[in-house]
């Protein structure tokens, strides 16, 4: 693995996600997305993970165009929200046109709701129109995936789900799922949101590389081989959250971790998802 802002991990449809990302969930529309989307860009990162629902893809956009990047630098992700399952490619349209930009890079569906049989073969119509280059899913369990696998032959080249060592034994059969499809996973509020930073077993081993627990959290992330999002306002801790490759975790300390599960879901659980 070469440094963490320019590893790529290979997907199915051949195309290359860099291997960490910078999540954009609860950044206020305005100042705020653009700053901290604009620090992350200057700090490294080259992978941005957007929705419609966060109201804030006008300013990742207008970071992505402030920082010089050329577009293809930059690895974009946005998401289909739930409401518009009526009208999936319209609702692509939009997303494009706020973001000021031809295409997506990856396309998810966030959440696996009724329509999402019909949605799929929307989202299949847009990667061969080229608007958005992979697809996705978000919050799919095993279930949701083999339903998807016995309705389409396209299979999803991600799946984002929550994922923490706080959540990890938890989704275990989801993970199996996701490697026998080869399904990439990334991980959505890898930090926990915050929730579990002070946990004991996180602090002892930070200590131990002189890192930050959320540090630690992350090297597990991608000593998992996940694709961890992090999010954060702070510019300190953005480019904190990047700054990774001066440790590695023991095979010991990776199973510490894998020990921590408690089935913590931070947001909504897809175990309630029909
Ligand atoms: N697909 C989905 O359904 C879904 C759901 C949730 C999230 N996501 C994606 O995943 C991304 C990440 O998840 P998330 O936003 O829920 O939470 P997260 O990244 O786990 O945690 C973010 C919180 O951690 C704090 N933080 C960040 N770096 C820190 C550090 N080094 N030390 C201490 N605190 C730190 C941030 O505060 P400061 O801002 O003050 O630093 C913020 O309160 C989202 O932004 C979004 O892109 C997707």
Known sequence: MGTVTTSTVEL??????????????LLSPGRQ?????????DAGYRHIDTATVYGNERDVGAALRDSG???PEVWLTTKLWNADHARPLAALETSLEKLGVDSVDLWLMHWPVMRRLDSWKAMVRAREEGLAKS???S???TRHLDELAASSDVVPAVNQIELSPFLYGTRADTLRTCRDQGIVIEAYSPLTKGARLQHPVLEEIAAYHAVTPAQVLLRWSLQRDFVPLPRSSNPD??????????FTLTND???RLDALDE???TGWDPAGAD
């Open 33 to 41: 997305t653009q700053d901290a989307v604009r620090t992350a860009l």
């Open 253 to 255: 300390e990776l199973r």
């Open 135 to 137: 697809i996705g899913v």
């Open 237 to 246: 801790r953005i480019r904190a959250n990047a700054d990774l490759d001066g």
């Open 139 to 141: 919050n799919f369990l």
């Open 263 to 265: 089935g913590l879901t």
């Open 12 to 25: 199915n449809d051949g195309r290359r996600l860099p291997a960490l990302g910078f999540g954009t969930y």
């Open 69 to 71: 990047l050329r577009r």
